[in-house]
Each structure stands twice: as C-alpha cells, then as structure tokens.
C-alpha cells in the first residue's frame, strides 16, 4: 500500500494540474512568483548601486551571492513550515492544500497560451508577432523575420517546458513544497540577473553570476528528463539519444540545448542562432504549422515524464 506522504504528493500534482488547465495564474496580488520578483527587483537595484563597468568585480560577485541565499532562505523556510504545518492533516486534506499552493511554482496553460498567440500575431502581421514574441524572450525581436519569430517561439517553447513545468515538477516530487519553491526562485533570480555582460545598460555579468551558475546546477537533471520526454513523444520517430548529446552540445547553454535539441528533430524542423547553433540543419524551416505541433509534443511529453513519475511512486509504494 502506497505511504500517505507519497499518496499526498500524488494528489498534490493532480491538483495543481487541474487547476492550471481550468483557472490558470492567480492574481498578481496572490501570486508568490511576483513576490519573488519585487524582493530580486529591489536587490539587483541595491547590487547595482556601486557595481563596476568592467573588470573583475569580486565585491559585487558575493554581495550577489548572498541577496541570492538571504531570499532563497525565506523562501524554503517559509515552504517547509507550511508544509509541516498541513502534514498534521489527513492526507488528502494535504494532498489538496498542497496542489493549492505547487500550482503556482510551475505554469503550463500560460506558456502554452503565450507561444500560441506568437502564431496567432504572425497571422495579422510580421509586427503584430514580434510584439506578442517579446512577451516570452528577452531578446531583440525587431530584425526577426517570419521564420526566426518561430524559431524563436519554438525555442521558448522547449526551453519553458523544462523551466516553468518539468523542473518545478521534478523538485517537487523529489523534496516537496520547499523543492519546488526553491528551483522557482533560482528560476525567477537567474531570468532577472543572470545575463553576460551588458543587459539595458547595466552590467550584470559578476551581480548575476551565482545566480546563473546555481539556476544551471538545478536545472541540469530536469532538462534532460525534459529532452528524453520530448524524444519519446515523438513515436513512433526514433529519435537517438547520443545524437541529441550531440546536437545539445552546440548551445552555449549546459541545460536548454536539451530540450531544444529534441524538439527540433521531433518536428523536422531548423533552430538556429545565426553564429551560434543550427540544431536539425536537416529540418525545414518554421512554417505555421509547426507551433501548434510543437505545443501537442510538449503536452504529450509532460503526460510520459508525469506518467513515468506515478509508475515509479507507485512501485515505491508497493515495496516500501
């Protein structure tokens, strides 16, 4: 018989996946991953206010380091206590509290909507979709074309599958309330801070680089359990894991190549960087139809990764 704390954290994940699909975000007002936000806005401002303009900058470097654990501290302290707190009630009463609070640690309605509407613009103009492509990536979408907004749509798309769902998923199933919390502040804290270089003119390459390097740590495991789940939604393509090591290789980044590197094989498609990277030079070129294929690959790549997971709980609690 399965124990109730894994019973719980099953219900748990049903809850919250309801409730994203039916109700989606909560308010801002409500919303913990705002919270986050505002604490990250005031100190990246504070580590900025005497930051320098080139060089090492060790000063800034620690300062960073530490406004990174002052929030991750009270942000897993304040999970874990109300997670003991609900584990004084029955268990599906835990269960369902628990979906409450997890649904907004991770988000799939939303980035399913968001990189959805990218075609949806592109349909009325080339800069109706570049405006709706800034809303998802932080890049420069003004010199994109018709072909690199999908790109880039697709791109967010297989990056967000494992940062906003499958990561916060996976942290929580292995370390409960204040596992997902943390990946979501290390998630937040490195898409605010954790930039090379100059981003709208300041310089955050030493305030952001703790940031970035434990977003990377946390996030290695789940992107790759990401790319295999993407891989195995492709049946009945057979799709090789060594040439998607390969292909992840290419990205600058040790984490999102993973997922990227399988959705494009997965869709037959091209994902390029002009200068950096061209995963599935083979594939064609995004066309209209690759965005919404790509999102019901996605869907069904959360449904093997999840499904996988309950197996696994399952079995656990047979044996335990």
């Known amino acids: 018989m399965m124990p109730e704390w894994l019973a719980s954290q099953v219900l748990a994940v049903l809850v919250a996946w309801l409730i994203d699909l039916w109700l989606g975000e909560p308010s801002p007002r409500w919303h913990p991953v705002v919270w986050i936000g505002r604490y990250l806005q005031r100190a990246g401002d504070w580590l900025q206010a005497d930051a320098r303009a080139e060089g090492d900058d060790w000063r800034v470097f620690w300062r960073g380091a530490a406004a990174w654990g002052l ?127 100059v981003y709208r003119g300041k310089r955050w390459e030493w305030a952001g680089k703790w940031a970035a390097k434990v977003d990377d740590w946390l996030a290695w495991l789940p992107a790759r359990l990401t790319g295999i789940g993407l891989l195995l939604a492709a049946w009945p393509r057979r799709l090789r894991l060594s040439a998607l090591r390969q292909q992840a290789a290419q990205t600058p980044s040790p984490n999102s190549g993973w997922p990227m590197a399988a959705l494009a094989p997965a869709r037959e498609v091209q994902l390029r960087k002009p200068g950096v990277y061209t995963l599935h030079a083979d594939g064609v070129q995004a066309q209209p139809g690759h965005v919404p294929q790509a999102i019901r690959l996605a869907q069904r790549a959360i449904a093997i990764v999840l499904t996988g997971w309950l197996a696994l709980a399952l079995l656990t609690g047979i044996f335990t």
Do not use: C
């Not at 998923?169 to 937040?188: I, K, M």
């Open 71 to 197: 929030g991750a501290g009270v942000v897993v302290l304040l999970a874990l206590l109300v997670q003991l707190l609900l584990s004084w009630l029955p268990w599906t009463w835990t269960g369902v509290l628990l979906g409450v609070l997890l649904k907004p640690l991770f988000s799939w309605r939303m980035l399913a909507d968001e990189v959805a509407a990218v075609e949806t613009a592109l349909a009325q103009s080339l800069h109706d979709g570049q405006q709706q492509l800034a809303r998802i990536v932080s890049r420069d979408v003004t010199v994109l074309d018709a072909v690199q907004v999908r790109e880039s749509a697709l791109e967010s798309l297989s990056e967000n599958l494992n940062d906003s769902v499958i990561a916060p998923l996976f942290w929580f199933l292995l370390l409960g309330l204040p596992g997902a919390a943390l990946f979501r502040f290390a998630d937040t804290a490195d898409s605010m801070w954790g930039y090379r270089g």
